[in-house]
């Protein structure tokens, strides 16, 4: 059983939107700086967006403006708009303190086609 689990990834063309969502489902993360994570096909796993258990956001450079990190008690969500071929890859949620980071779940396919 694994502790996050990620969802709302699908195959989409160029500008259109998806929401993913991630549930923490054995521990509360309402306390923690949680982060959404992608790995682009052949690439390494990197940070795209965090929030703070105070609700301060941080995205990188190439989403920014197009994504919008949100939180509720015990899930994480990432709203993706004007989605970009660059943007596919699978999308992990997770700790944003690597230090403490849990265990990484499946994961949620997003394909973005031109």
């Known amino acids: 059983q694994v502790d996050l689990v990620e969802s709302g990834g699908g195959l989409v063309q160029a500008g259109a939107s998806l929401r993913l969502s991630c549930v923490a489902t054995r521990r509360t993360i309402s306390r923690n700086a949680m982060g959404w994570y992608r790995r682009p096909p052949g690439k390494e796993r990197d940070l795209v967006a965090g929030?703070?258990?105070?609700?301060t956001t941080n995205y990188a450079e190439d989403v920014k403006g197009r994504f919008t990190i949100s939180r509720d008690y015990n899930r994480v969500y990432l709203q993706m708009n004007s989605l970009k071929p660059e943007d596919t890859g699978v999308y992990y949620c997770?700790?944003?303190?690597?230090?403490?980071?849990?265990?990484w779940g499946q994961g949620t396919q997003v394909t973005v086609s031109s």
């Open positions: 997770n700790l944003l303190d690597s230090s403490t980071r849990w265990d």
């Open positions: 929030i703070t258990s105070g609700g």
